[in-house]
């Protein structure tokens, strides 16, 4: 198609802003696009400060489009979302990543965690607690590695209903994830509500860590607030080893990101297994 051009991904990471005929094309192509195989999981490990090594890995989705190469989920999740294809696609994410750490369980000395994001319309359209169920059962995936990230938007609709299925999930015996943490919500009573695990604190803080002292400030309340309520804490958009740093002096029980490395595919992930030595300033 000539609107959604050539071979340039870059045209997806560019423009913020998706024109009609752009929105069109991506909904046409995604509809095929599970079929198709052109759907690939990407792992990003998360790292123990403690120990140093990994403790797992996020789960990110990517579509590789024959034409236009790789579109990011910012651009068809929405789209996803909208159409309702997130259902299944969702479920696909579920299972690959849940079979993945299986295999990574089976090779690997200790336990991995995965942790798999879920769309808040997964979360309330579909029968989301059956799918978790079923797809425990046929991986075989011990539910205590299985984190799932729910962005803090979910937790504005605090009903009845929601705390059901979220107490219905816990009872499976996975564990909860409030991801973005810090950016959408103004009260905090639902972290004593709610059968939360742990809390990833928003890329946008990390970010601002050295260029402003009220950022720091926040971050380590974040913290401490994590450590009262006896809920894991993970930094997320970690990318330099003076960030790294921070967070580990400030006991964060898990970092992520560029600095340790980008979300790579499956084949990747072997040769950061066993890796310690963050703290020596890599070559890269
Ligand atoms: P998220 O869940 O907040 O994921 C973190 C995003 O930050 C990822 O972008 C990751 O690649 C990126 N990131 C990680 N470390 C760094 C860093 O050090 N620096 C910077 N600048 N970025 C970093 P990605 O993979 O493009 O995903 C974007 C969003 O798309 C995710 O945000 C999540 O909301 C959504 N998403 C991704 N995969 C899935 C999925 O399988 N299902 C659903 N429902 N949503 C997904
Ligand atoms: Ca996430
Ligand atoms: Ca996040
Ligand atoms: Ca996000």
């Known amino acids: 198609s000539k609107v959604l051009g050539g071979n340039n991904y870059k045209f997806f990471t560019n423009s ?11 909904e ?28 797992g890995a996020e789960a990110l989705i ?47 000395g200790r336990p991995f965690h ?38 803090e938007s979910v937790f504005l609709e605090n009903t009845e209903s929601m ?21 959408g919500y103004s009260s905090l009573s639902y972290l004593k509500d709610l059968p939360i695990d742990s809390i990833k604190i928003d890329q946008s803080f990390i970010r601002n860590l050295s260029k402003n002292k009220k950022t720091t400030s926040i971050i380590s309340t974040i913290i401490s607030l994590a450590q009262k309520l006896d809920l894991k804490s993970v930094a997320e958009g ?13 006991g964060c029980d898990l970092a992520q990101g560029y600095y340790f490395s980008r979300p790579v595919p499956v084949d990747q992930i072997a040769s950061l297994l066993d890796r310690t030595e963050w703290d020596v300033k890599q070559s890269n």
């Not at 192509?29 to 195989?37: C, E, I, S, V």
């Not at 990407?42 to 403790?55: H, N």
């Open 28 to 55: 046409e192509h995604l509809h095929n696009a599970l079929g198709n195989n052109e759907l690939v999981m990407y792992y990003q490990p998360q790292i123990d400060p403690k120990t140093g090594l990994m403790y």
């Open 16 to 26: 913020m802003n998706t024109s009609f005929e752009e929105r069109v094309g991506l």
């Open 238 to 250: 970690v990318e330099t080893l003076e960030q790294y740093n921070y967070f580990k002096s400030e």
């Open 163 to 183: 705390i059901i299925t979220m107490n219905k999930l816990k009872d499976l015996g996975i564990r909860i994830s409030i991801d973005d943490f810090g950016t």
């Open 114 to 151: 995965i942790a798999v994001n879920l769309s808040i319309k997964q979360f309330v359209n579909s029968d989301i607690v059956d799918t978790v169920e079923r797809v425990l059962q046929e991986t075989g995936l011990d539910p205590n590695i299985l984190e799932l990230e729910l962005t």
């Open 62 to 108: 990517r579509w590789i489009h024959p034409e236009w190469g790789v579109i990011p989920p910012d651009r068809f999740i929405p789209i996803a979302e909208e159409t309702g294809l997130i259902i299944p696609i969702g479920e696909w994410v579920l299972r690959t990543a849940c079979k993945q750490a299986v295999e990574w369980n089976d090779t690997y």
